[in-house]
């Protein structure tokens, strides 16, 4: 089991930047690569970014790439979505994911991750 909390989300101007952090509690943190997703209202889940288990690699998806940036401290129990340069677009709930699967890539889909966090709201205003 794992559980996480989430935090950081609220409302920003275009343009501006938030870091939205999640932080694990149960297994050993070390064990599971992370991904962020979010969900605007009336719109499917969709993939943000994942990380793996060291922090090593990353991935994202094309709407955010160079503008987001993931990161981990394990020592913290932590990983970190930083956002820059936010749009209207990127709004809605954020949440986090752990995927135990072992040999695998980091993955953009939402069934691969196991163990979801509660969400917190990213409202960017024009």
């Known amino acids: 089991q794992v559980q996480f909390v989430e935090s950081g989300g609220g409302l920003v101007q275009a343009g501006g930047s938030l870091r939205l952090s999640c932080t694990a509690s149960g297994r050993s943190f070390n064990d599971y690569a992370m991904g962020w997703f979010r969900q605007a209202p009336g719109k499917e889940r969709e993939f943000v970014g994942g990380?793996?288990?060291?922090?090593?690699?990353?991935l994202y998806a094309d709407s955010v790439n160079g503008r987001f940036t993931i990161s981990r401290d394990n020592a913290k129990n932590t990983v970190y979505l930083q956002m820059n340069s936010l749009k209207p677009e990127d709004t809605a709930v954020y949440y986090c994911a752990a995927d135990f699967r072992v040999g695998w890539g980091i993955s953009r889909s939402s069934s691969a991750y196991d163990y979801w966090g509660q969400g917190t709201q990213v409202t960017v205003s024009s």
């Open positions: 990380i793996n288990r060291s922090g090593s690699s990353t």
